[in-house]
């Protein structure tokens, strides 16, 4: 095996960082990043673990520490607005950007199940070994981060009058 196999995961790692950091960009200095760690330490890949979660937790690893640096730097993290819409039908757009503002309020912790489970297919143990977690936290965050985002999807339903009540006359 050699590094060239990290190759077809690009794509995967691309999706997961644009969604992970929201931004173009960053996303590819992250997958750039991971690419690079994943040439440096190929001697401490095992043959056991598919080689589809190794990246995927090295990109995991290095989102985290940027963050963590980030945030001991300007002593704050701030969300950007919803990144720009990439050639998407304009039916959709709306929702689209919809979903991208409810995945960016999610938590971290939250955004990075959903994201891992949902949208790149792993199952909770392979979500929980890329992240370092308990199989039991990856389903409870995974819950969570569902009915959060059911929550952030749904329109504020219009408040209504306070109820009639009978009065006796």
């Given at each position: 095996m050699g590094v060239e196999q990290t190759l077809s995961h690009i794509p995967a790692l691309r999706r997961y960082a644009r969604l992970l950091t929201g931004d173009a960009t960053r996303a590819d200095d992250l997958v750039q990043d991971t690419l690079e760690r994943a040439c440096m330490k190929w001697q401490l890949w095992q043959p056991g673990p598919a080689l589809r979660s190794w990246p995927l937790s090295l990109l995991h690893n290095l989102h985290v520490n940027h963050l963590r640096?980030?945030?001991?730097?300007?002593?704050?993290?701030?969300?950007?607005?919803?990144?720009?819409?990439?050639?998407?039908?304009l039916a959709q757009?709306?929702?689209?950007m919809?979903?991208?503002?409810?995945?960016?309020?999610?938590?971290?912790?939250?955004?990075?199940?959903?994201?891992?489970?949902t949208v790149e297919e792993y199952t909770y143990a392979e979500a929980a070994e890329i992240l370092g977690v308990p199989v039991g936290t990856v389903m409870s965050r995974l819950h969570r981060a569902r009915e959060r985002l059911r929550e952030l999807m749904t329109p504020p339903q219009p408040e209504r009058g306070t109820p009639l009540q009978l009065v006796k006359r």
């Open positions: 640096d980030w945030r001991h730097d300007d002593g704050h993290v701030a969300l950007e607005d919803a990144p720009e819409a990439a050639h998407e039908p757009m709306a929702e689209n919809d979903m991208q503002r409810a995945l960016a309020a999610l938590p971290p912790a939250m955004r990075e199940i959903l994201l891992l489970v």
